[in-house]
């Protein structure tokens, strides 16, 4: 299968360093204390959150999210290593001395999987501790990018991560400019994956200004809700 074509194009259309659509919206679930929703194109991805307590986290799949029907057993082994993933990258931003012996439980469930549904849950998480407001000493973001057909690709696709090539995912304090997470399925030469990481560190820059975006639109609906009541 060609993934790139000799015009340079994607098979959904993009130029190899172009994300994504991206799509979230935050307080999604009346009765969580946080929620939102995380869209990367065709990836979607509800997170909610109850707190402050300890931090946990669940990471599911809905059975309609994927192609294939197969359903997955809750506590597989593949949703609890997701799930002690985006807890520690999490756990890494959240002022927990602010909140002694508190718990923070986090849920995200993906509702539609075409590839980057790791970034996607903590993204949403990102954006649901926020709204539940969580105190953090930076926003986290996740992006991932590979190398395909010998070309860096950013945010790939499920198509394109199906192919087998090396898959690099980052997650990033923003502000601190500070690795959170860095996870790869595969060897590269050095060169390379310093290429690709660095592809993907810049995906998270341009996500993080996309939520900051969202945060302050809701911040200011807020603000405006709030005069209409006094």
Do not use: W
Request: hydrophobic share 40%; charged share 25%; net charge neutral.
């Amino acid at each position: 299968m060609e993934y790139i074509s000799p015009e340079g194009l994607r098979v959904d259309g993009r130029r190899p360093l172009e994300m994504r659509q991206l799509h979230a919206q935050v307080g999604v679930v009346d009765k969580a204390d946080g929620s939102a929703i995380f869209e990367m194109g065709n990836t979607k991805v509800i997170a909610v959150v109850y707190g402050p307590r300890e931090v946990r986290c669940e990471y599911s799949m809905a059975n309609f999210s994927t192609g294939d029907r197969v359903r997955r057993p809750k506590g597989d082994r593949r949703s609890t290593e997701i799930s002690l993933v985006i807890r520690q990258t999490m756990a890494a931003a959240i002022l927990t001395r602010l909140m002694p012996r508190s718990q923070i439980d986090i849920f995200v469930q993906v509702l539609q999987a075409d590839g980057g549904t790791r970034s996607a849950c903590i993204n949403a998480a990102t954006l649901a501790l926020a709204d539940a407001g969580i105190p953090m000493c930076d926003l986290i973001t996740s992006c991932a990018a590979g190398y395909l057909n010998s070309t860096p690709l950013l945010d790939m696709n499920y198509v394109e991560d199906s192919a087998g090539g090396p898959d690099v995912t980052v997650g990033l304090m923003a502000k601190m400019e500070k690795v959170t997470l860095l996870q790869m399925d595969a060897k590269l030469p050095l060169d390379i994956f310093e290429s690709v990481m660095q592809l993907a560190i810049e995906g998270c820059k341009a996500i993080v200004r996309y939520i900051q975006e969202v945060l302050l639109e809701n911040t200011k609906q807020l603000e405006y809700q709030k005069v209409l009541r006094t």
